[in-house]
């Protein structure tokens, strides 16, 4: 019997492989017997009920089709996959899955929509079926969803994403997208697509944000004066002015001394007392302090203020009162308190460069690329200056120069500098302290490049290196160096791994640690963190150091999301309290990372716990305590920026380099902010920290500059056409997750009202109090172009 001409569509495409049944029962039965399974017959009853519905002009009946299709999901998904393993045809699977996603579409269930084409393998089919209403929740459930997917089905996704966004002109969005897939192709197509000027200015100022090296060529900007401009936002010129306008305005220019930060009036007479005693220990620690308080300011009451009664400056008076390397982190600190202010930088550093004490002349030259950092400038001042010093017999004046090429330059893959830098890895005068600071600014030069000249040049520095020599700490910066390559390069290591090996024994499984946990660092991959947690839980002899990168490698990998930073949290917290002493040490380094900026109780209290321990070196957690203290004022370390979308004697010292990360909460607006360049700052530190006699309470205690990589003001600046600050009122307040939730739900929850330019916390999302203005970013962070709403009109 002939099917009715009511079933059409997917019934009637279902005729080549699943006849249609007759409505006699018994040649019903027969049918059933001789042709289909029982699972097949279920799912040919669902089908043609859903067909009943979905066509019946009652929408009471449409909504139940809904609610049924919800489960007739999951046995088309498994349906594609029988006949996937069967080698049967799907294409009349993939008819019926048409008809299903265009009706999720049209009725805002567009979570089960993408969930099914992802079950059947066709995501791209999902361009055709968006529209204007819905492809923002589409595109905000695809990046969600990309979080918890492998790879290359993450990717896979996000390009679904990208090309959605820009088929509807969403190009802010586009971009963030296109960054995360670290796809400069993308970038320049969307450059392109924009006719407009002033959201390229924005997309710049999205750039220079993210820190990515990207030159602006004709086909994207076609007017030279145009090209100019952007190209200068881009280069970061902008940020020290837009920084300097934030601390004016919430009125945090005057200096802070190290005095105002210890409050030494606070403690016990014995403590305060004994703090009166100048000691070079001391001032070092007040140097760190001092340089943290009042970065970016330009001013501070050490290195920068007159001296009383004198006509010349305190700067003189300061330095020397450290003593050797000492003085290199007191020069160095002028840089970080001129920090990203280039030209009067330069200028203040360049008496230095004079000076017949080789420390003071190193401390010069860091202090010149910490100026530089982050800045890019035509001229190149920071390649004139430190190139004619990276050949001196002097290894302290070597290490200042490299360092500070490997500060200004990182993620820049200057080849230039590459091949100044690489001779010196092979060369045989050169002490191991100049090869590891060499493989390190190679590796923040060259981060997630996974360049093989470089990745074979520190191989060979490795293997030409004597056990002796890779006995030392400093011997573990070659590998962390070869790590930053692939930082978040995920299978691209696999063939370094191999080679690694290789090596001898004492630098081997610290070398494969570095490489897993560097290459897998920000993506969550669960069965990474469980090989480093089965490395973690053998008891081995204390010679062996690979398990404090493996401790920090659980950090790395978890902190991409908050479930898996949760889970980190706990694998940490079960380390601390099975773990080996050297297990032990590194698990408040990996706390401080996870929560970086972002005080969790339960972290908090197990910090102020350590504090106390009986282990002189865990009692050291000061550090930790300070990166996750460092965002409740304007400085904070976290790598995560657009929306979390785009990573002591010995107390003495401790405590003071504490009171200072301690204070950046207090009093500054920098945000020690994955870029994978902040992301490599804040390794490379937490990996010399590892070894706190030998490198940070040594005489490399300069390794904790590295810090400025990941430093940012994190602010709200909204400026005007013409880039001119402008005041507008903003709600800041918690961000809510709204993905797969239908309608415009409210985005953020207890919020307040303030006027632009405000500070943000990590968790914190800010919108617009005003329609007079909109917004050219959907993510209100750094600098926001806005542009006057024609449609406002003054209520009076």
């Not at 050490?302 to 700067?315: K, R, V």
């Not at 398990?547 to 950090?555: C, D, S, T």
């Amino acid at each position: 019997m002939d099917p009715e001409p009511s079933n059409t569509g997917a019934s009637a495409r279902k005729e080549s492989t699943v006849k249609v049944p007759s409505k006699d029962p018994k040649k019903k039965d027969e049918k059933k017997d001789e042709d289909l399974s029982e699972e097949d017959l279920a799912l040919k009853q669902q089908l043609e009920l859903y067909v009943e519905r979905v066509q019946d002009p009652d929408p009471g009946l449409q909504r139940v089709a809904l609610e049924s299709m919800r489960n007739l999901a999951g046995e088309i998904a498994q349906e594609y996959a029988k006949r996937q393993n069967e080698d049967a045809p799907i294409d009349d699977l993939m008819d019926l899955v048409q008809q299903i996603v265009a009706f999720h579409m049209k009725h805002n269930a567009e979570p089960e929509a993408v969930d099914l084409l992802m079950e059947v393998e066709d995501l791209d089919l999902l361009v055709e079926h968006v529209d204007k209403t819905n492809y923002k929740r589409t595109c905000l459930y695809l990046t969600a969803a990309a979080k918890y997917l492998p790879g290359p089905d993450d990717m896979l996704v996000l390009d679904i994403a990208y090309t959605i966004y820009l088929k509807f002109e969403e190009y802010a969005c586009a971009l963030q997208i296109a960054l995360f897939l670290d796809n400069l192709q993308y970038v320049k197509q969307i450059f392109t697509s924009c006719n407009d000027l002033l959201q390229k200015k924005q997309f710049c100022f999205i750039l220079a944000r993210h820190e990515v090296a990207f030159e602006l060529d004709e086909e994207m900007v076609p007017e030279d004066d145009d090209r100019e401009q952007l190209q200068e936002i881009i280069n970061n010129s902008k940020l020290s002015e837009g920084y300097l306008t934030l601390a004016r305005d919430i009125e945090v220019m005057e200096p802070k001394s190290p005095e105002d930060i210890y409050k030494a009036h606070l403690l016990d007479g014995r403590v305060s007392a004994s703090g009166t005693v100048d000691s070079a220990r001391q001032n070092l620690a007040a140097t760190f302090v001092n340089a943290f308080v009042n970065a970016g300011f330009g001013q501070d009451k050490l290195m920068t203020a007159p001296s009383e009664g004198s006509s010349g400056s305190s700067s003189a008076n300061w330095l020397y009162k450290n003593k050797e390397h000492g003085k290199t982190s007191a020069a160095a600190s002028l840089g970080m308190i001129l920090l990203w202010d280039v030209d009067s930088g330069l200028a203040q550093l360049d008496k230095y460069f004079h000076s017949n004490d080789s420390h003071v002349v190193a401390g010069a030259l860091l202090g010149v690329g910490i100026v530089n950092c982050g800045i890019k400038n035509d001229c190149d001042p920071a390649l004139a200056l430190l190139g004619e010093y990276i050949d001196k017999e002097d290894s302290s004046i070597r290490i200042g120069a490299i360092m500070g090429l490997g500060i200004a330059y990182a993620n820049t893959q200057n080849e230039q500098i590459r091949n100044r830098l690489t001779p010196i890895l092979s060369d045989a005068k050169a002490s191991l302290d100049v090869i590891a600071f060499t493989a390190i600014s190679l590796g923040l030069i060259y981060v997630g490049s996974c360049n093989e000249e470089v990745a074979q040049a520190i191989i060979f520095a490795l293997m030409d290196r004597s056990e002796s020599d890779l006995g030392e700490p400093l011997a573990k910066f070659l590998p962390l160096g070869l790590g930053l390559l692939y930082l978040g390069k995920q299978e691209s290591v696999e063939a370094t791994a191999e080679v690694s090996k290789t090596f001898n024994e004492k630098i081997r499984k610290h070398c494969d640690m570095m490489l897993l946990s560097c290459a897998y660092a920000g993506t969550g991959n669960v069965l990474k963190v469980q090989s480093l947690l089965g490395h973690c839980a053998q008891h081995l002899d204390k010679s062996e150091t690979h398990q404090g990168p493996a401790v920090l490698g659980i950090a790395m990998i978890g902190m991409a999301e908050e479930l898996g930073l949760e889970m980190a949290i706990r694998s940490l917290e079960h380390l601390l309290q099975y773990g080996e002493q050297n297990i032990r040490r590194a698990v408040p380094l990996a706390l401080g990372l996870l929560c970086i900026s972002n005080p969790k109780v339960n972290v908090m209290d197990t910090l102020s716990r350590l504090s106390h321990d009986s282990d002189s070196e865990v009692a050291m957690v000061r550090i930790a305590q300070g990166l996750v203290h460092l965002g409740k004022g304007l400085l904070t370390l976290n790598p995560y920026h657009s929306d979390r979308f785009l990573l002591s004697p010995y107390v003495a010292i401790f405590l003071f380099l504490a009171s200072a990360v301690h204070l950046l909460v207090n009093d500054n607006i920098i945000i020690i902010f994955p870029s994978r360049m902040a992301l490599a700052g804040l390794v490379t530190t937490l990996h010399a920290c590892l070894d706190m006699k030998a490198i940070i309470l040594g005489k490399y205690h300069y390794v904790l500059y590295f810090l400025v990589l990941a430093m940012q003001p994190r602010m709200l600046l909204t400026v005007d056409s013409n880039l001119k600050p402008v005041s507008v009122p903003v709600r800041v307040g918690q961000a809510v997750d709204v993905v797969g939730q239908a309608g415009r739900p409210k985005t953020i929850t207890g919020f307040q009202t303030h006027s632009t330019p405000v500070l943000l916390s990590v968790g914190d999302r800010a919108e617009l109090a005003t329609e007079k203005y909109i917004p050219l970013s959907p993510i209100l962070e750094g600098f926001i172009i806005l542009e006057e709403n024609p449609e406002y009109k003054e209520e009076h």
